[in-house]
Structures are given as structure tokens and as C-alpha cells.
């Protein structure tokens, strides 16, 4: 083998092994310090710039399904949140944990900095978010491994969430109460 032959594998190996390395750590960044979070429009925000803006898609925020129309009232269906007062743990880890809901949005996940924090080896550490949009709670996952599910359907996109609908968060499972 000529020595020129040697030398461009040898560049060439050694081209291979630094795109693995570079490969190795955008990974391991990726896992410690997470990707970005998707925001929802403010309600006042989204009703004043009407559907032109929502049209134009923005640099900062991903685009976000339209407000669902509000569903007409119907006997023995499920009421909407719009009194919901309490979110209640009815299983997992802290089965019968009651917490007072405001009208900040929670984030749900493994993390310290969310607002329920539910720790298991199933729930992401910023997994979902549960936000007051005009008068409705709306759940919206944040891109977790092993997904947000709302009355039995998995949420890929911002979704009303009903009295009484169980909302499974990893093997932690809650529903909003009056």
C-alpha cells in the first residue's frame, strides 16, 4: 500500500471518529438540558390579531391548532372546564393529591421547576402543560417520549380537557374537578 493511500484513511478515520464525537455530545446536550418548549398564544393575544396572524407563522412560537369551537351543552355529556377548580391525582405515585388551580399555566413533568411534579420512570421532565385558554383548561404535551393521553386518545396538539376526563401523565393519571 502506498504511503498516500495510509495517509487518506488515516484522515479519513479520523474525520469519522470526530463526527462521532460531535454526535456523542449533541446527544448527551439534547438529554441534560432539553429542547425548546413550544408556547401557546395568549387568549387576549391570539382574538385581537385575529386569523391573519395566525396565518403568518412565527419565529418564536410553532404554529398552534385554532381554538376548538365551544361545544353546545348536552345532557349526560361531559361538562366543560371553565369552573374547574382543583386538579386531582387519582393514580400513581401520589394518588389523592389535590392542588388549587389559578389561572397560570402548570407544567406537569419530572422536573423541580414544574408546577405538578410527578415522579416515575414513564413521565418526561417537562411532559405536559395545562393551560387556561379564554375560558377553557386546555392539555398540551411538550414533546414527551411516552405521550400525554386525554380520555383514552393520545394529545398530539392542544386539546380541551372536560370535568372529570382522565388525563394519563406517564403512570400518573388526574382529571379536573369544580
Known sequence: MSELTLLLLRIGFLVLLWAFVFAVVYSLRADLFGVKVRRMPDAAA?????????????SVTAPVAPAPAK???QPGGPATTATASRIVITSGPKTGLELPLGNEPLTIGRSSESGLVVRDDYTS?????????GDQWMIQDLDSTNGTWHDGARVTAPVPVNLGA?????A???????
Open 46 to 58: 391570539a382574538a385581537a390579531a385575529g386569523p391573519a396572524a395566525s396565518a403568518a407563522p412565527s
Open 71 to 73: 361545544p353546545a351543552a
Open 125 to 133: 421532565s417537562h411532559h405536559a402543560r395545562l393551560v387556561l385558554w
Open 166 to 170: 382522565p388525563i394519563k401523565v406517564g
Open 172 to 178: 400518573t393519571t388526574f382529571e379536573l374537578r369544580k
